[in-house]
């Protein structure tokens, strides 16, 4: 596929849940926009995006002055 195949695609996906929300009533719409977790539909906490809870600064210093871990 070209990048303009993928653009058409990614643009109909937008279209196809902006078309899904338009169909709720409002009070629907407002809970399906909400950040929800994919295992247990509960309320997910926002994310924070570009950032890595499992990153450790402490070793990654150490092994920056070339300290075995």
């Known amino acids: ?7 058409w695609c990614a643009l ?9 929300l338009a169909a709720l009533c409002p009070s629907c719409r ?5 950040g ?3 295992v247990c539909g509960g309320p997910a ?3 924070n995006a ?3 809870q499992a990153f450790d ?3 990654y210093e150490r092994l920056k002055r ?3 871990v």
């Open 1 to 7: 596929m070209t990048g303009r195949d993928y653009l």
């Open 12 to 20: 109909n996906l937008l279209l196809d849940q902006e078309e899904e």
């Open 30 to 34: 407002a809970e399906a926009q909400e």
């Open 36 to 38: 929800r977790c994919p």
């Open 45 to 47: 906490a926002p994310a």
């Open 50 to 52: 570009g950032e890595n």
């Open 57 to 59: 600064l402490e070793r």
């Open 66 to 68: 070339g300290e075995r």
